[in-house]
């Protein structure tokens, strides 16, 4: 082909539709992006077809996400660039590229990982050519790359969670180099839009509206390893939540570490709750969900909009960490049992069908069984719907880490007073609304009885009920027939 494009001359929003077996590969990059991602995508492009024609099949690629819904929509952007770049996409690990997206808020979600890498590594050693990333929160810390490099020296590739939207440029720079490539960034004011996304669902989709966390909960590493917050422009929101919605998306997630402070240190001082009605105002977009919350700044306009709302789902997720006032200001979360308590009772007052869910962290230094005893009446009171419970975890250069910790035999036995009090709220909730039809979006087919689809209720519980594979991604009324603990056995109406 003779026919070069400089992709310099192209502007942002045609980028998606150039044919980047096009482009000029052999002029300098461009120093702005998006367009220099595009010029790497076109690069590796190259690299990726000599060397499938060299095999004579084509190259696969495999993220694995751990964690959050942020993380899983980073992962959705990894593979959307992974694609674009010349690979295809598999679900298995045997595949010649792959990344590992990974987690560090707390301890467990580290050693999975190291883990998982022992195993890739011995599949490395059978086959020189594959190659394996490593990106996401733990690789932000410094003792993860020290002990990378020291024990998992056959790792290619590793990045952290600022420079994400560089990963065309770094796939480039690690074809080219012999050796651990690592990149990793301190902090960042970049957002890069307009990137190509692989979404792993056809009718439903998570929207970054922010990124990072300032709350610095005393036990949390997130601010440290996603820096600091930075709310994404609502115009690039909305544009984005309407191509969405042309697409075929029904449901959105809009996403953000606290998104009741979404807007901070914009221009144009849109709160939360403004943008909650912009996006409600896009056609096609039926559902719309958000996480998550925090309780010291949920407002009454916030409250008074998911009222008014029928898209905005009726489904809250309010981390409570601790029921405790004394442990809740050992952890600077910035509000007390009192308060929460308050706003958990105005919210189910005001919207009665909602759901609310937690977060829960048992174990926190110097947590007693009274603090434990404050929590779990918090729990009685407002009923939650739906809790995850966790073990605290220390997370070096945290606050937390440098206080005295409660003995492991101890955490294990107040955690199991804290689950059994969930559990039980979590069954009384989800029994009220058995025999009650209501609105299901159908999910998927059941993974163990083809026979059966998975439909989500507003709530965010879960009903299964008989159906085919062409009623996924409809919103059908769904009779909710039997209450089995946590999900429900449904009917669909007819007619
Ligand atoms: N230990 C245990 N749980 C934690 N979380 C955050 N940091 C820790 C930690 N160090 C929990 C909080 C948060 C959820 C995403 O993870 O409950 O809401
Ligand atoms: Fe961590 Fe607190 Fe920020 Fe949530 S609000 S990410 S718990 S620091």
């Not at 690299?47 to 095999?55: A, C, N, P, Q, T």
């Not at 980073?74 to 679900?91: H, N, P, Q, R």
């Not at 290619?156 to 969670?161: P, Y």
């Amino acid at each position: 082909m003779d026919f070069y494009i400089d992709i310099k001359n192209i502007a942002t929003e045609e980028l998606k539709h150039v044919d980047l077996d096009r482009v000029n590969v052999h002029c300098s990059p461009p120093d702005f992006e998006p367009q220099r991602q595009y010029y790497f995508m076109a690069k590796c492009r190259q690299i990726v077809k000599s060397e499938s024609k060299r095999l004579g099949r084509p190259l696969y690629a495999c993220s694995v996400t751990f964690g959050c819904q942020m993380n899983a929509r980073d992962s959705e952007k990894l593979l959307g660039i992974l694609e674009t770049a010349g690979y295809t996409v598999v679900d298995s690990e045997d595949a010649d590229f792959v990344i590992y997206n990974t987690c560090t808020v707390r301890d467990n979600a580290n050693q999975r990982v190291y883990g998982r890498l022992g195993h890739l590594g011995a599949m490395k050693k059978k086959d020189p050519h594959k190659r394996i990333a490593l990106c996401g929160c733990m690789m932000q810390e410094q003792c993860v790359i020290e002990k990378l490099q020291k024990s998992y020296s056959f790792v290619d590739l590793i990045f952290g969670t600022h420079n994400l939207y560089k990963f065309a440029e770094l796939l480039c720079a690690m074809f080219e180099s012999d050796g651990m490539l690592i990149d990793i960034w301190k902090d960042t004011d970049a957002i890069v839009e307009q990137l190509p996304v692989k979404r792993k669902y056809s009718y439903k989709s998570g929207v970054n509206i922010m990124f990072g966390c300032n709350n610095f909960c005393s036990y949390c590493i997130v601010p440290y390893a996603r820096g600091r917050e930075r709310s994404r422009g609502a115009r690039e929101i909305l544009r984005e939540v309407e191509s969405l919605a042309e697409d075929g998306v029904k449901e959105v997630m809009l996403l953000g570490q606290n998104v009741n402070s979404y807007g901070n240190g914009l221009a144009d001082g849109i709160s939360f709750a403004e943008l909650l009605r912009e996006v409600e105002k896009v056609d096609g977009i039926e559902r719309i969900r958000f996480m998550t919350s925090h309780p010291k700044d949920l407002s009454d306009e916030l409250i008074g909009v998911m009222k008014e709302s029928d898209k905005i789902c009726r489904h809250l997720h309010l981390p409570l960490q601790s029921g405790s006032s004394r442990i809740l200001k050992l952890m600077n979360r910035r509000y007390d049992k009192e308060h929460y308590l308050a706003l958990a009772l105005k919210i189910r007052r005001e919207i009665p069908d909602i759901a609310i869910s937690t977060d829960i962290i048992i174990g926190f230094p110097g947590e007693t069984a009274e603090d434990v005893d404050d929590t779990i009446d918090v729990i009685r009171r407002v009923a939650f719907d739906n809790a995850f419970t966790f073990q605290y975890s220390r997370r070096t250069g945290t606050p937390a880490a440098a206080m005295e910790q409660v003995p492991p035999e101890e955490v294990a036995r107040q955690f199991d007073r804290v689950l059994s009090a969930v559990q039980e709220t979590a069954r009384e909730r989800a029994k009220l609304l058995e025999g009650q039809t209501l609105p299901a979006l159908i999910e998927e087919v059941n993974e163990k009885d083809a026979s059966l689809v998975v439909g989500r209720l507003s709530n965010n519980m879960i009903v299964h009920l008989k159906g085919t594979p062409d009623m996924v991604g409809t919103i059908r009324p769904v009779t909710l027939t039997e209450c089995r603990g946590f999900y429900y056995m449904g009917d669909m109406e007819h007619g």
